[in-house]
């Protein structure tokens, strides 16, 4: 599987995950010009979620959550509050993170606290 491919799957998984525990998918591959991309935007009750996806086919270079790094969030932060200003500026907002290691995934709630 190709990386592309591995990112779609992951993508997948993380909205049929989401969609399972009632949240309502806003948009997928979010990008707001040439500064970046949310993988998933969902609503949960009132509360927007950004939703990065990690997926890796190993851990041989470290876990799939680890490339959630300091860097990567400042950027979505960033993106974030631009959807929110564009979509909902009055909305509340978290930020979770769903890491597939192989065939394995976990679900990281409020993970940028």
């Known amino acids: 599987m190709n990386r592309r ?4 799957a992951g993508e997948d998984a993380a909205v049929a995950y ?11 591959n979010v ?13 949960d009750g009132e509360t927007i979620v950004f939703v990065e996806v990690k997926a890796r086919q190993s851990q041989r270079f470290g876990s799939a959550a680890t490339a959630v790094d300091a860097r990567k969030r400042r950027t979505l932060r960033k993106l ?3 959807w929110l200003q564009l979509f909902a ?9 769903l890491a597939a290691d192989g065939e394995r995934f976990r679900y990281y709630r409020d993970a940028f606290q």
């Open 5 to 8: 491919e591995l990112g779609r």
């Open 18 to 28: 989401l969609t399972e525990r009632g949240f309502q998918i806003v948009g997928r």
């Open 89 to 97: 500026p009055q909305s509340f907002a978290r930020f979770d993170v």
């Open 80 to 82: 974030a509050a631009e």
């Open 31 to 43: 990008r707001l010009g040439n500064r970046g991309e949310i993988d998933v935007v969902a609503r």
